[in-house]
């Protein structure tokens, strides 16, 4: 039985990455940004890296970390997503799970050491069971192809990149790789289209243990992504219920009013419920589980959608100053919005859970469970 609890260190580690976000990213900086279209955050990413070690907190001890693990991983995400905070955290998750799936003790390290920031070089909306991406492999060995839609990248950081084959290890600030910038929904984070030009790259996997890295990899980043989305849902709802009990109409508070009690209430049932999911999902990844793709795939078909409504119903509650730019609910529609679709939509997911404990696909029902459908 998973524990859906957390624990003192958990708390700890949660206090600590929020005391620097009030801090250091306080909506109003982030909106700020935004509007001058910075993409990251770099002071607000060092100081993460720097004082709380986010990048080494699941890389094992033997090669440098925190030995933490996924759930501490996913603490510091629902922190992120209650700040909508504009930094590459996510990414650089997803890549050092592909790292630990292969076994690769020196990048690793430099994670660890925060020496380098890594990314796998994959759309956003890239599905664990997605097919491989468009970049083939030339003579060095070297890749050449168009990746779209990439978030969470560093200019001067080391992407990882599945061509082939293979997992492949290259310098993005080599004149063979080239971001092209992509107009994005999310302005918190922002995606690129990476080319690569006979870009000169080094194998970290090949053949199978290739293959069984991504898919790592990509099914950490559904895993975890539904923390994120928690933490946006649950400052959506604490927001919304502050302004309901404050903001009064034909004489009484707004949230004394049925419907919009019934509204919110239902909200807290999504969210607790969303919580718990997520918080398997993380901790299946930490056991090593084989039950993580079956987790990962529930915690993206429910908890993505929770925070949509969340954000949607923020914006709405607020009436009138809910839509307005200067108000912070819609930098969380939009991050609720982007990240619905990635690593798949909740529809894929949905499907692959079917796959997962051997559902029926459309079309195959039999006669009887026909009937009862009345199709």
Request: include cysteine; proline fraction near 6%; charged fraction near 20%.
């Amino acid at each position: 039985m998973t524990e859906l609890l957390y624990d003192a260190d958990e708390e700890a580690l949660r206090g600590s990455v929020r005391a620097l976000l009030v801090a250091h990213a306080p909506w109003q900086r982030v909106l700020a940004a935004v509007d001058g279209g910075e993409s990251y955050d770099e002071t607000l990413w060092r100081l993460l890296v720097d004082q709380i070690g986010v990048t080494g907190l699941a890389v094992p001890v033997e090669h440098g970390g925190a030995g933490a693990g996924f759930r501490e991983v996913a603490v510091v995400l629902e922190e992120l997503g209650r700040a909508v905070a504009p930094v590459p955290f996510l990414g650089a998750v997803v890549a050092t799970r592909a790292l630990l799936a292969c076994g690769e003790s020196t990048l690793l390290r430099q994670v660890a050491a925060a020496a380098r920031d890594v990314a796998l070089a994959v759309g956003l909306a890239t599905a664990p069971d997605a097919a491989p991406g468009p970049v083939t492999v030339g003579p060095g060995p070297t890749l050449s192809g168009r990746v779209p839609g990439v978030a969470d990248t560093a200019p001067n950081g080391l992407l990882l990149v599945p061509a082939g084959d293979g997992l492949y290890a290259v310098d993005a600030a080599e004149p063979a790789v080239r971001r092209h910038s992509v107009v994005s929904l999310d302005g918190t984070r922002p995606l690129v289209d990476i080319e690569f030009v006979a870009a000169p790259a080094r194998p970290v996997a090949v053949g199978p243990a290739a293959d069984t890295a991504v898919t790592a990899a990509l099914t950490a980043g559904a895993a975890l992504l539904a923390s994120e989305q928690v933490g946006i849902a649950q400052w959506c709802l604490d927001t919304t219920v502050a302004y309901v009990r404050q903001r009064h109409q034909f004489g009484r508070p707004v949230g004394s009013f049925q419907a919009v009690k019934h509204r919110l209430a239902d909200l807290w049932v999504e969210l607790t419920e969303a919580r718990a999911v997520a918080r398997h999902a993380a901790d299946r990844l930490d056991a090593a589980s084989s039950e993580a793709a079956l987790a990962a795939a529930l915690a993206q078909a429910y908890c993505g959608p929770v925070a949509v409504r969340a954000a949607e119903a923020c914006v709405q509650l607020h009436g009138g100053l809910g839509f307005t730019w200067e108000h912070p609910a819609h930098l969380y529609l939009k991050r609720a919005k982007s990240a619905a679709i990635a690593f798949g939509t909740a529809d894929r997911h949905r499907a692959a859970l079917a796959r997962l404990v051997d559902l029926p696909a459309p079309g195959t029902v039999d006669d009887v469970t026909a009937g009862h459908t009345g199709r």
